[in-house]
């Protein structure tokens, strides 16, 4: 599937991201309407449009683009901040879960994710022991 072009918009006058700044500092309860009809967003989806709306009242100029599902071991490699042997070692070890396409991989970008969060996790001492403990 293509992804569709990223948009980018920019920031807002002044006066208008002071108003919505104004707006949301009363909260995170945002309604969407669409075509008159009002629609409850699923968290994650009105969280990442709370954000967005925080960041123009900022006055910021703002990206909106997609994101792959399925990540090649370079794009996955960069998002985990780590290098591709490393990456394709933990594939190999069953670490990282690996999907082949002839014969490349791709690492689901939610996998990579759940690892990040994993070393954060270790790193406050939250995380399972080590092998060493």
């Excluded at 490393?86 to 014969?103: A, C, H």
């Excluded at 490349?104 to 996790?121: S, V």
């Amino acid at each position: 599937m293509a992804l569709i072009a990223p948009r980018i918009a920019d920031a807002l006058p002044p006066e208008e991201a002071g108003k919505l700044q104004r707006a949301l500092a009363g909260g995170d309860d945002i309604t969407v309407f669409v075509d008159g009809t009002v629609h409850r967003l699923p968290p994650l989806a009105r969280d990442a449009v709370v954000d967005l709306l925080r960041r123009f009242s900022r006055g910021e100029a703002v990206t909106v683009s997609s994101v792959e599902d399925m990540l090649t071991t370079s794009k996955a490699a960069e998002l985990a901040g780590i290098s591709h042997t490393y990456l394709r070692n933990m594939t190999d070890r069953g670490e990282i879960p690996v999907e082949y396409r002839g014969s490349h991989r791709r690492i689901p970008r939610t996998a990579i994710m759940a690892w990040l969060e994993e070393q954060k996790k270790v790193k406050s001492g939250d995380g399972p022991p080590s092998a060493a403990s």
